[in-house]
């Protein structure tokens, strides 16, 4: 089974600066590797897909890379709408699997 | 654009059997799986299992002795059951859509949600 691990846990970040948030596969997932932005009440919502991809609608302040299995979402300058909790999503063919990270919540510092 | 809005009773005793059914609107189920997931208050996204449009299957190994699902296109729907609950089911159950292109895969759009408490 493949284990998806964020990190941090939690990161403090002022608005306007860039907040860079990790995830880690246990194995190597390629590139298909989503990420999604919660927000209390909210149900997820899907920012990035296939690793880099942006979402339609969503801000070119939220990027994703890599391969493999290192991660990265990052988000250059923090808005107030952005302080959420961030999910990496992997998805495995055979038998098929979906998997979360445990999350990253971003906090306003 | 698709919306998905699920359905279902908010308390569901011990042993008893949770049912919950996601309306999908503004497009067709067809060609499509459709997953479900859920997250207990504070934790985590856990995904239960995915149904085809043309009503093949997978689940989560770890659920996959107590789910069943199926689907309705007809009706533009499709279904969970999780049999013999436990506090431990107690979450916000969510439908989304699953979709794939070029070896990958995500779930876009998700439905609103909807609490499901286990409890006597």
């Known amino acids: 089974e493949i284990v998806m691990t964020q990190s941090p846990t939690s990161l403090s970040v002022s608005p306007g600066d860039r907040a860079t948030l990790s995830c880690r596969a246990s194995?190597?997932?390629?590139?298909?590797l989503a990420w999604y932005q919660q927000k209390p009440g909210q149900s997820p919502r899907l920012l990035i897909y296939?690793?880099?991809t942006r979402a339609p609608g969503i801000p070119a302040r939220f990027s994703g890379s890599g391969s493999g299995t290192e991660f990265t979402l990052t988000i250059s300058s923090l808005q107030s709408e952005d302080f959420a909790v961030y999910y990496c999503?992997?998805?495995?063919?055979?038998?098929?699997?979906?998997?979360f990270g445990q999350g990253t919540k971003l906090e306003i510092k | 654009q698709v919306q998905l809005q699920e359905s279902g009773p908010g308390l569901v005793k011990p042993s008893e059997t949770l049912s919950l059914t996601c309306t999908v609107s503004?497009?067709?189920?067809?060609?499509?799986?459709w997953s479900w997931i859920r997250q207990p208050a504070g934790k985590g996204l856990e995904w239960i299992g995915r149904?085809?449009?043309?009503?093949?299957?997978n689940y989560n190994p770890s659920l996959k002795s107590r789910v069943t699902m199926s689907v309705d296109t007809s009706k533009n729907h499709f279904s969970l059951k999780l049999s013999s609950v436990t506090a431990a089911d107690t979450a916000i159950y969510y439908c989304?859509?699953?979709?794939?292109?070029?070896?990958?895969?995500?779930?876009?759009?998700w439905g609103q949600g909807t609490l499901v408490t286990v409890s006597s």
């Open positions: 999503q992997q998805y495995n063919n055979w038998p098929p699997k979906y998997t």
């Open positions: 503004g497009g067709s189920m067809s060609s499509y799986y």
């Open positions: 296939g690793a880099s």
């Open positions: 194995q190597s997932v390629n590139t298909n």
């Open positions: 989304a859509r699953e979709v794939a292109e070029a070896s990958d895969n995500w779930f876009d759009p």
């Open positions: 149904i085809y449009s043309g009503g093949s299957t």
